[in-house]
């Protein structure tokens, strides 16, 4: 098909120049078409290839520009945001105002004059990102020959890595910077998975909460999960897989009302200071994936130049070089009705015991309380092999009751006991020397 497409291109060009040059000096233009067209077809035997070349650098161009204009359909969110695209500049940058604020509003004014305020709104303009592909080499047997669509495979290699890249860069910058009033990030609260905490549904919720605090209409609320936040809501919530289910847009369906989405790319935050890294950053270990919400009516986006850059061959290298540049932005309009849920970093602390290392008894079996604090809040157990010596547990309180230790000329003064003290629920302990004095003689 796509041969078709382009050989069928090649003689509506070869139509229109040579149907131009014949009414320029007095023929018929389907003379001109004709013979261009004739001398097309056999220029690889006649080794014309100044008529193809040109071909060439305008196929890759307009299909370079088609692919960029079709990509979008497949981001589901990001149809959400409104398009600028009308009223990108020549210079690829985006002239908005900014507005200063909002006048104050009296209610049963009984004071005049009411009083003059300035809403100082200012121009502010956004310069689009630029994208640029390093060139990729396509030899002239290759071109050529076209045994199979070789042009197509390296515009569509080089529009989807822009494409992949673009993407991800738009949904960084709807993510805020950091946790705000009017940008919510909030931390996911589930079970521990490894090294980090699951989604749960609360947390969308507390983030509805937040949206809700901040006035945002329901109406063009956005969430756009993680796949691991994904995965966690299917393992937690069986309902949400019936939800799962439209792969044309990507859309899995309202929940709490938000839209819903998937995006494999995420921003990271550090979950320390709840701060967003920069793009491009590899995660370290204190960093976690995070799933984006924002209003769509207070975002923008805008798609400028795109243009396609061919080397055609030369005398030595005989070799074409295909890359692009690319220019594009989205980003929110305002820095507010925006926020992020973070998977909260999981670490398994081994908890402590401190109390008494040493307890003495007297020899008269008198019993002592000891208390035995846990760094995780669970009570203690106590065990002993010793018969003379008895144990009771309260929480995190220790009875030791020994039972009266006569004089004994043989015995050993004091008899010793080792107590075992352990956390509830866990393998720690700790080990406590029992000592007890024997009596006097009489």
């Given amino acids: 098909m796509k041969k078709f497409i382009v050989l069928l ?60 204009r079709n990509s979008l359909k497949s981001i589901g969110w990001l ?58 080499k396509i030899t002239d047997d290759e071109a050529r020959g076209l045994s199979y669509d070789k042009i197509g495979s390296v515009i569509e290699r080089h529009r989807d890595k822009v494409d992949e890249t673009k993407y991800s860069k738009a949904l960084h910058a709807l993510a805020p910077s950091g946790n705000t009033t009017n940008t919510p990030v909030l931390l996911t609260t589930g ?131 295909y890359n692009l540049r690319h220019y594009f932005i989205c980003l929110p309009l305002k820095n507010e009705a925006i926020g992020a849920i973070v998977s909260d970093v999981y670490s398994e602390v081994t908890p402590t015991i401190t109390g008494a290392d040493t307890v003495s008894l007297s020899a008269a079996g008198t019993a002592v309380n000891r208390v035995y604090a846990t760094s995780n809040g669970a009570g203690v157990t106590a065990t002993t092999e010793a018969e003379w010596l008895t144990l009771t547990v309260t929480g995190n309180k220790v009875k030791m009751q020994a039972t009266a230790y006569a004089y004994d000329a043989e015995a050993t003064d004091p008899r010793t006991a080792t107590v075992t003290i352990g956390i509830e629920g866990t393998s720690v302990t700790k080990e406590v020397t029992v000592s007890q004095a024997m009596a006097s003689q009489a």
């Fill in 9 to 68: 291109l090649a003689v509506v060009v070869n139509c229109l120049v040579g149907g131009t040059l014949s009414a320029m000096v007095g023929m018929a233009p389907w003379i001109g078409a004709v013979t261009l067209n004739a001398v097309a077809v056999a220029s690889p035997f006649l080794g014309i290839e100044g008529l193809r070349a040109g071909l060439y650098t305008e196929i890759w161009t307009g299909e370079t520009i088609k692919a960029f």
């Fill in 79 to 136: 149809n959400k945001i409104r398009s600028f695209d009308s009223q990108v500049a020549k210079n690829n940058t985006i002239q908005f105002v900014d507005l200063g604020g909002d006048p104050t509003v009296l209610i049963n004014n009984t004071t005049y004059p009411l009083g003059v305020e300035t809403l100082d709104d200012a121009d502010k303009a956004i310069g689009l990102d630029k994208y640029q592909t390093k060139a990729t």
């Fill in 191 to 321: 079970a521990a998975d490894g090294t980090r905490r699951r989604m749960v549904v609360d947390d969308i919720i507390a983030l509805k909460e937040k949206f809700d605090k901040m006035k945002v209409p329901t109406a063009g609320r956005i969430l756009v999960l993680c796949p691991e936040h994904v995965n966690d809501l299917l393992i937690q919530d069986k309902t949400f897989a019936q939800r799962y289910n439209n792969t044309t847009t990507g859309e899995i369906a309202n929940m709490y009302g938000f839209e819903i989405y998937e995006f494999v790319d995420s921003p990271l935050y550090t979950v320390s200071n709840l701060t967003k890294k920069t793009f491009g950053q590899t995660a370290g270990s204190g960093d976690r994936n995070a799933s984006v919400a924002f209003y769509a009516p207070r975002m923008m986006k805008a798609t400028g130049e795109t243009k396609a850059y061919v080397d055609e061959p030369d005398t030595q290298t005989q070799e074409w070089r």
